[in-house]
């Protein structure tokens, strides 16, 4: 299925409703779904119909947006218990993806500054913050776009791990906005994207982007990176994050680890493009961010189809963990970090 030509969404905001797209059945349909309250949308973000940090940040904002909404008739009393409420819901919904808590504090700082206002006027103030939230996430992909690009020199061939593009974010992307960024400035650049177990990122999402955009790319089983590395195939490799902690280790799809392993092996600069929203400086490394644990089914099959046998133990851990000496370099908005460490990362904010 082609959208060429259209303006694609990951999330919009439509006749009162925010609408996004349901990556779960992506590529073979492309459908919008609404949602209408802080509940809808937590678990539009538990099920994976919305993924990739910075896209769940937006969600969850829209969320806090949409509860006002619906209370805003409702007495200051009857609002504050109902929007704790819908904090609490949103958190709950995936732990890992820093993004979701940074824009619940801050939708959350907007509320205490309004807080003796009018709840009708709350809601309103909330929804325009949401809505900078999202713009906002577009500008920051195109900055990191604008700097990694510089990284990958002409003909780079990029081996990428997951979704991080358009899909997994406001717009533009982080990983395939820096491939993006360095088409449109002119540079041929190829895509190897690994096609991400067991929920498929790499093939469904990541191909699907490229396809359309008539980037060139190639789609490979996780298993075959090392072939590709070891016969010189891979010139790059370009990730993005969920969460990234103080001294610059990396929670990730999983897979990502044994990803920047193989890099490291093979003398391959291995880059996670990664917004200051995904770094996380409470968290002193990557042994302290929490991992999420996924359904079994994820694992044994896909959709109706069951490929395990009945009865075998599953474990489904969704991120790995990549410590910082594996990481050639952070590209966030404010420049790339190479060779992340405390010291550097914390710079980032000074």
């Known amino acids: 299925m082609s959208v060429q030509n259209q303006s694609v969404e990951t999330l919009r905001w439509r006749d009162g409703k925010l609408e996004m797209i349901d990556q779960r059945v992506l590529p073979a349909t492309f459908t919008y779904l609404p949602y209408t309250s802080a509940a809808e949308t937590a678990e539009g973000i538990r099920s994976m119909v919305v993924r990739g940090a910075p896209a769940i940040g937006c969600a969850a904002a829209y969320g806090v947006a949409l509860e006002a909404l619906c209370l805003r008739t409702a007495s200051p009393e009857d609002f504050a218990a109902g929007m704790n409420k819908a904090f609490d819901v949103l958190a709950a919904s995936r732990p890992t993806a820093v993004n979701l808590f940074w824009a619940l504090k801050r939708m959350r700082t907007v509320w205490d500054a309004v807080k003796e206002q009018p709840v009708g006027a709350i809601a309103e103030r909330l929804l325009a913050e949401a809505h900078e939230v999202t713009a906002e996430d577009i500008r920051i992909n195109r900055a990191m776009g604008a700097f ?115 890099a490291k092996r093979h003398n391959i600069p291995f880059y996670v493009a990664c917004p200051l929203s995904t770094i996380d400086l409470s968290i002193p490394d990557g042994s302290a961010i929490p991992i999420e644990e996924r359904a079994a089914e994820e694992v044994t099959g896909f959709r109706d189809c069951q490929w395990a046998a009945q009865g075998v133990k599953v474990r489904n851990p969704a991120f790995d963990v990549t410590p910082a000496e594996l990481v050639s370099g952070l590209i966030t908005e404010k420049g790339v970090v190479h060779q992340p460490n405390r010291d550097k990362v914390e710079a980032l904010f000074s």
């Open 148 to 262: 990694g690009a510089e990284l990958l020199p002409d003909g780079a061939r990029v081996l990428t791990h997951c979704n991080a593009g358009a899909l997994a974010t406001a717009g533009h992307g982080t990983a395939l906005g820096v491939l993006r960024s360095a088409v449109e400035a002119g540079k041929k650049i190829s895509v190897i994207a690994d096609e991400t177990r067991p929920f498929l990122q790499g093939a469904r999402l990541t191909a699907w982007e490229m396809v359309q955009e008539n980037i060139p790319v190639t789609l490979i089983t996780d298993n075959m990176a090392g072939f590709m590395m070891s016969k010189g195939e891979v010139d790059a490799v370009v990730v993005g994050t969920d969460r990234v902690a103080a001294n610059g280790d990396v929670a990730n799809k999983i897979g990502t680890y044994m990803v920047a392993v193989l």
